[in-house]
């Protein structure tokens, strides 16, 4: 095994990414009207797009397809083999078919292309060379073609596989300009992320609604204290014949007892509150009080029922898990 210098390692990663990169921006300078023409044919593709290609293609199509899927682009990866041996079923004619492969002439991919004609699909490839089989038996042709491997042999799929990555990512966006795709309908193919999930689920969904800690105007300093560290929440909401009029945070609370030292144990909750706290209604959404919160640079808002009363608490952890 031959042994590497820090400095060694760093030159190999650098120039990795240097020529990788060199290869997208040429990449970009090729594009022309079979990109448009792709984006068009899927726009107009009342069935899905279908993913196909072998061994490293085969997995930068999986790829293309989920991204697609996520962004408004009903997909899915198909095998070639598989599809020649049986799978061909999954193709309806409606279908886009975007075949992937570096060299454009992997046999397997190569197989199923006599049926896609056949079934009426339309066939975008991408490969890296415009005048390889695939390429002249496809009604689009994205021509990724990269100089050489970013591998040190030249030999395993790096720069070619990026360019087939970047070619996809940029379908994708395309397609989702064209859409109109917005942040919610991102999310609502995302339930489970944390975007979806912000923008998606209401604040009553996520806030603290049981012992919530809840005192009178006339609490005083040492109910204040236990009852701060009952509710575990850092504030406590000063409730008065069921209007909120005030709130005090742990903040509150510490400076107070800084300030004021022995005389701290002869005020009351309102002496030191903030008569006017931020709420939010329980219908609202995650993403909402969010944003409510950055606003206001507070960590915590109360949650009110269509009638103005107290129902609950949100604090920005509740909004991150």
Known sequence: MKSLTSQDILTLARETL???????????????????????????????????????????????AATLASTGTPSFYLHPGEAFHGDLG??????????????????????????????????????SNPESTLAKNSDLHLNACVKEEACILHLAPTTSTTAQLAMGDALAIALMKARDFTAMDFARLHPGGSLGR?????????????????????????????????????????????????????????????????????????????????????????IDAEKMMTQHKVNSLLVTDDDGELCGVIQIYDIKL
């Open 18 to 64: 240097h020529k990788e990169a060199e290869a997208l921006m040429h990449m970009a300078t090729e594009l022309d009207e079979q990109f448009i023409g792709a984006v068009d044919r899927i726009l107009a593709c009342t069935g899905k797009v279908i993913l196909t290609g072998m061994g490293k293609s085969g997995l930068i199509g999986r790829k293309i």
């Open 90 to 127: 999954m193709i309806s004619s409606e279908d886009v078919v975007l075949a992937l492969s570096h060299s454009g002439e992997t046999d397997e991919v190569l197989k199923i292309v006599p049926f896609i004609h056949s079934n009426g699909n339309v066939l975008i490839s991408i490969t």
């Open 198 to 286: 912000r923008l998606l689920m209401t604040v009553g969904n996520v806030m603290r609604k049981n012992d919530l800690p809840i005192v009178a105007p006339n609490c005083g300093a040492t109910e204040m204290i236990h009852r701060m560290t009952r509710g575990g929440l850092g504030l406590i909401v000063i409730v008065d014949e069921g209007n909120i009029v005030g709130i005090v945070t742990d903040g509150d609370l510490r400076r107070a007892m800084e300030s004021l030292q022995a005389k701290f144990f002869d005020i009351n909750v309102m002496d030191i509150a903030t008569r006017s706290p931020k709420s939010i209604n329980k219908n609202a959404k995650l």
